[in-house]
Structures are given as C-alpha cells and as structure tokens.
C-alpha cells in the first residue's frame, strides 16, 4: 500500500506570494490532518478535513485555508507569505475510527 | 490549551545504553502518541497509549502511561544507532479528537557507535 504523499517537497517563494500544497492520503482514508513544524514552535495542528468538511481548525490565521476533495486528496494554500511561514508542512491520514495517523514526509517551504 | 513538555530536549547515548524519554501533560490524557522523526523527514508512528498504567513494547523500545501524573515515559532498552532521531509525543486534545493532535517539541536522540 502507498504511503501519504506530500507534493511538492521543497519550495522557495517570496514573501507576499502565496503557495499551494498537496497531499494525497493512503487508500481507504478520507480523513487528513495537516501541521506546520518550525524549530521554534515545534509541531503544530492546522486543520483537519473529512468527507470535504473541515472538522477541526488549529489557531492560525485566515492566510492558511485548505480542501479536500471527494477523492481525499488534500491541499492547503497560503496567502500573502510571511518570511514566518517559512517550516516544514506535514499532512497525515487516518482510517475512520483508526488512532494512527500516517504522516507524509512533508513539504518544505522557504519564504525569503 | 493542552501543552505537553518533553524531557530531556537532548541525549546523546553510547550504543548499547539505555535510556528513557518523558512527555507530561498539563491536562488529562485522553490518548498518548508516541513518533519517531528523521531529521527534516515526516513522522513514524511508534506506539499509542490509551489507559492508566498501559505498557506497549515494540523491538526495543517500551512506553509506558501513568495517567494519574498525567505523563509517560519511553524507554529504549540497548541502544543502536538505528534509534537516532527525534522522538515526539503528542496528544488528543479530548476524547475524540485523535485527529488534532498536540505535540511535545521533541527529544533528539543521538547513538554512538
């Protein structure tokens, strides 16, 4: 079985410009979790989407917004980068009922 | 806010030693993770934890949940340098929200051979 995969997995962008990131989940799992980890602040809960509905929204601002799509695929987008978005985003999926979460090996993005 | 406060930050270890992590919670555990990270890479899954006093062992690595000090602790038993990398936990904010999970800032780990 496929592992959750995350595209693309380095990014440079330029602060103001905004960022598009995409995670696919392993079969069978329709929910997807995604997290922010910086060296600072650590890991970080964003959102999570299940069924196309976000079910849970971590404390970040509006600038970070995401889908899913009826195939589960997931993407989230920043607006108007900031050099403080510049980390490590992680997706993971999940099996309905499942603890594990499976994580992707995450996209990272470098704001200068 | 649930925060959970991983020690020590860092632990350099020979091979062959062993060696324990801790997570504690400032709230109730209601679900306790445990992944392992490469630097830089996504994270491995190691080990969930449900209830008070719940052990699980996978190879050599064995966590166990002391739900009444709201902590836990992970415990790798003769250290290879397989075992290298960045040791989180995390956990659920409440009953059923396994998918949002909150995490510790890690314990990095570094095995001599």
């Known amino acids: 079985k496929a592992g959750v995969t995350q595209t693309p997995r380095y990014l440079i962008k330029t602060r103001g410009q905004q960022v598009t990131l995409s995670c696919s989940p392993i079969?069978?799992?329709?929910?997807v979790s995604w997290y922010q980890q910086t060296p600072g602040q650590g890991l970080q809960f964003l959102f999570e989407?299940?069924?196309?509905?976000?079910?849970n929204k971590g404390n970040f601002p509006g600038r970070f917004s995401g889908r899913q799509f009826s195939n589960s695929r997931s993407e989230m987008n920043v607006s108007t980068l900031e050099l403080g978005d510049s980390a490590l985003y992680l997706c993971?999926?999940?099996?309905?009922?499942?603890?594990?979460?499976?994580f992707g090996p995450g996209t990272r993005l470098t704001v200068t | 806010s649930q925060e959970l406060e991983q020690s020590p930050q860092s632990l350099i270890v020979q091979e062959g030693k062993n060696l324990t992590i801790n997570c504690t919670s400032s709230?109730?555990?209601?679900?306790l993770y445990w992944y392992k990270q490469k630097y830089g890479e996504g994270l491995i899954f190691l080990m969930m934890?449900?209830?008070?006093?719940e052990e699980k062992s996978h190879e050599k690595i064995t966590a166990k949940l002391d739900e009444k000090k709201q902590q836990s602790s992970l415990h790798i038993t003769a250290s290879q340098p397989s075992h290298a990398g960045i040791y989180l936990c995390?956990?659920?904010?409440?009953?059923?929200?396994?998918?949002?999970?909150?995490f510790g800032k890690g314990t990095l780990l570094t095995v001599n051979p």
């Open positions: 993971a999926s999940s099996r309905q009922g499942a603890y594990e979460q499976y």
């Open positions: 079969s069978g799992h329709r929910s």
């Open positions: 989407y299940f069924s196309e509905t976000q079910r």
């Open positions: 709230k109730t555990l209601y679900g």
């Open positions: 934890l449900q209830k008070g006093g």
């Open positions: 995390g956990a659920d904010g409440y009953r059923g929200s396994n998918y949002k999970l909150t």
